[in-house]
């Protein structure tokens, strides 16, 4: 009967870590040959129209041209850029104040509860954005259901104006924003061990400091998550801020679609795309790292 001596035992170790990683190697091979279709795919359908729409702002019938950027420093593209942002900004903080106590009262339910709250959350998506929108027109108009109740009820004696401006715009993209803050927020609230709060109390904790010490920095990763979504989509929202502002709320993609509908210039269009987009992987970049940084933060 062989009997292994140690001798031998570390001579093995060397070749099966060989094996080992010879094996993870021809995983990983694998793997990235069936992701690489759908590597073109994304390359084909993304990274090409961006290409292309580059090359269309930089581009012009005299050959390379910067005049398409030039032009963005007229006071009208930078008054639509900076009416863009803050109406992204202040979309972003109305759905974070109305949205973090919603899905946290929402987490706190009995199973049945929450499923019945985040329903009523998720039913706007049952719904055309249009539709969205035209009803808050309805609701908002000067003659509509909000300002009749309130003449009829002798609080106002004029009608507010509430559409057609930045009131009417804010109101409507918070409706339709608000979900895509709860859902990644809730879904982090769900994930929190509540004996982390008995245990704060237990150490002398109050219920406000431990919420806002250790309830609070756990939530920051959903919350990064939702206010990303929230913010870039409104950057480049369109439909509701066209109806709901009646022209006089201009964000940057209603410039770019009046530039290629109204003057056809391709390239004016293209440039303030390119513009859009470089800003807002730059946002991107940031809050992601913002977000890194709280969630450390909140770990430790």
């Not at 593209?77 to 109305?94: M, Q, S």
């Not at 003659?143 to 009417?168: E, S």
């Not at 770019?256 to 795309?273: F, H, K, N, P």
């Amino acid at each position: 009967m062989t009997r292994t001596t140690p001798a031998n035992d570390s001579a093995a170790e060397p070749t099966n870590r060989r094996a080992l990683r010879s094996q993870a190697r021809g995983e990983q091979s694998r793997l990235l040959a069936l992701s690489l279709p759908a590597f073109i795919l994304v390359g084909t359908l993304v990274l090409l129209p961006m290409g292309w729409l580059f090359w269309l702002s930089v581009y012009g019938s005299d050959g390379f041209t910067l005049e398409n950027y030039t032009r963005l420093l007229h006071p009208a593209y930078k008054e639509t850029l900076i009416t863009t942002f803050e109406l992204a900004f202040l979309v972003t903080g109305l759905c974070i104040l109305l949205g973090y106590p919603l899905s946290y009262v929402a987490s706190q339910l009995s199973p049945r509860w929450a499923s019945l709250v985040m329903l009523c959350v998720l039913f706007p998506f049952w719904t055309s954005l249009l539709v969205r929108t035209y009803a808050w027109l309805v609701l908002l108009q000067r003659r509509g259901v909000i300002n009749t109740w309130l003449m009829d009820m002798g609080l106002i004696d004029t009608p507010l104006k509430l559409v057609h401006n930045f009131t009417g715009t804010t109101i409507g993209m918070v409706h339709i924003m608000l979900p895509f803050l709860v859902l990644p927020l809730y879904a982090s609230m769900k994930t929190i061990d509540f004996d982390l709060m008995k245990a704060a109390s237990n150490l002398g904790a109050s219920p406000t400091r431990a919420f806002w010490e250790i309830y609070v920095p756990l939530t920051l990763p959903g919350l990064g998550a939702g206010v990303i979504l929230v913010f870039v989509l409104s950057l480049g929202f369109y439909v509701t801020p066209a109806l709901l502002g009646g022209g006089r709320v201009m964000m940057w993609a209603m410039q770019i679609e009046r530039s290629m509908a109204v003057y056809g210039d391709w390239g004016a269009a293209s440039a303030l795309g390119v513009v859009l987009l470089v800003m807002t992987l730059g946002i991107l970049w940031l809050l992601g790292r913002l977000t890194g940084a709280f969630a450390g933060a909140g770990g430790r």
